[in-house]
């Protein structure tokens, strides 16, 4: 029983439905926590990936650069020779 009804000498029944909302309430913030919690790890899992991808690209394109100016020089250099 809380305080409230003791010192007012009403009935318990009078507060038992404000402390059961009262705890509902509580139980879907905790929940509600939790929920934000999973939801910002999965964010930073998720970041991670993409930095990963991210560099992965860039090294297919500075391969793909790489190779083009290999066959660019090695095509002036036949030119040269001739």
Do not use: P
Request: glycine share 10%; proline share 0%; aromatic share 10%.
């Amino acid at each position: 029983m809380s305080t409230r009804d003791r010192s007012s000498g009403g009935s318990r029944f009078l507060y038992d439905s404000f402390e059961a909302a009262h705890a509902r309430i509580e139980a879907n913030e905790r929940v509600a926590e939790e929920r934000w919690n999973g939801l910002e790890y999965r964010l930073g899992q998720i970041e991670g990936t993409l930095e990963r991808l991210e560099k992965r690209i860039w090294l297919g394109v500075y391969g793909v650069a790489a190779f083009l100016l290999a066959q660019g020089a090695e095509a002036v250099l036949k030119a040269a020779m001739r």
